[in-house]
């Protein structure tokens, strides 16, 4: 027999909530903090050819953050793309796009080592939740639940993601 997972048949046993990060200063970040708001999930790189798209998610953040809803980049090494350390990502998001919304500590983003979010978002979305590459985003809902998924390609500012929040911070 074949399993299929998809958010349709997914038991969630955790949610979105439920996990902590380290930030990219160090402090562990309880997700539980961000309870009730919708959340676009981003595994960033420094030298990614999308790398540009940094200033379109700080657009979002701006435009939404007094709305129920939280950037959170995850700068990742899975596509080796990223900086060596957690200081030159911090330095080279803050001097070229002056981002301010949530960083992580570098971590995988899929395969055996990726952070538990990822797997979790695996293993309740499907494949569609692994990222094929670094600026893949991630839609978490009000409850903390895979909403959506979004490739690289797919423009932060596009109307498609835009609807799409518009709709669940409602």
Known sequence: MILFSSSANAKYEKVFYDFSIKSINGEMINLSKFKNNVILLVNVASYCGFTNQYSDLQKLWDEYKDKNFVVIGVPSNSFNQEKDNEKEVKEFCEVNFNISFPMTS???????NAHEIYKWAKE????????KWN????????DGKVEDTYSSLTNPNSNKIRKKINMLIE
């Open 106 to 112: 570098i971590y995988q983003v899929k395969g055996d």
């Open 124 to 131: 309740n979305h499907g494949k569609s939740a692994i990222p």
């Open 135 to 142: 600026f893949y985003k991630i839609l978490i809902n009000k």
